[in-house]
């Protein structure tokens, strides 16, 4: 029985190492080939070591367009993505507290539109949106990037959260009313360091989505200086005259640090959120 779970075992973690190299292979790709000539890149596609390694293509990549450095479309993405991520946790902490603490009427039917909304394709909204937006006069600007999510438009945090927080036990929320506690004050004080796992874990995936959100920035930044980096990448692509490939993965290499970075360092409470949310709910 020991040796047929040990083969099985072995098999098991083969299989899941197979799989984990075929998933990672194209962004290792893309990192390696960004210190290869920008002429070489394709021609030695099926290399993945570069016979010579070069850092041209960081120094020109970095240099931008139009006196534009990569460091402003960095701050770009830097601004809205915090803005907007901020604004998520906020608003979805509030939404989930009044789903989870108070009864009201309508409340299983905003519960449920509140689930609905989850399974609408974006796609669905972008017209309706872009109308209503452009009559407000935000084309143009960051505000269609930020504002609404200020206001608990993604049910996923708000679910996520909810269930976290059903699993506080009320007990604590009538102890502190028996000491002089307000709603607010429960609110801010027992239920929001309570919920920090389901808090940085809404925070991680708010941030990340934002960060690689190309089509919003699409439809409502006008400006290349203005642009985040998702959007800045495809002005290394000139379908009129020849692309600076090697540039464009070198900066996609960069973009994708803050991403690994707030994983790296926010795993745990990223793994605890999820696991914690999953059970209660």
Not at 9 to 20: D, T
Not at 33 to 58: C, D, R, V
Not at 182 to 188: E, K, L
Request: charged share 15%; aromatic share 18%; proline share 5%.
């Amino acid at each position: 029985m020991k040796e047929k779970r040990a083969v099985k075992g072995a098999v098991y973690h083969i299989l899941v190492f197979m799989f984990g190299l075929i998933m990672i292979y194209p962004l290792v790709w893309m990192v390696m080939s960004s210190f290869k000539p920008t002429s070489t890149i394709f021609q030695t596609a099926g290399s993945l070591i570069p016979e010579t390694f070069t850092f041209e293509n960081y120094v020109n990549g970095w240099k931008g367009f139009a006196k534009v450095t990569f460091a402003v479309f960095f701050k770009n993405s830097l601004f809205i993505s915090a803005a907007a991520t901020i604004g998520t946790v906020m608003s979805s902490a509030v939404a989930a507290y009044g789903f989870a603490r108070f009864k009201f009427r309508g409340k299983k039917l905003l519960f449920s539109a509140m689930l609905l909304s989850m399974m609408l394709p974006a796609q669905v909204l972008m017209i309706p949106q872009y109308l209503w937006y452009q009559k407000l006069g935000w084309v143009g600007s960051y505000m269609p990037l930020i504002v609404p999510y200020f206001f608990a438009i993604q049910g996923f945090f708000v679910y996520l959260m909810s269930n976290f927080i059903s699993g506080i036990p009320r007990d604590l929320d009538e102890a502190a009313k028996i000491d002089g506690c307000s709603y607010a004050a429960v609110f801010t004080k027992i239920i929001l360091p309570l919920i920090k796992p389901a808090l940085v874990t809404g925070g991680i995936f708010s941030f990340m989505w934002r960060w690689d959100d190309f089509l919003s920035a699409l439809l409502y930044v006008n400006k290349s200086a203005r642009y985040p980096v998702s959007l800045a990448l495809k002005l290394f692509c000139d379908p009129g005259s020849s692309s600076d490939y090697g540039a464009m993965f070198a900066m996609a290499s960069l973009s994708i640090l803050p991403s690994v970075l707030i994983f790296i360092f926010f795993q745990r409470y990223l793994v605890e959120g999820i696991s914690t949310s999953g059970l209660k709910g």
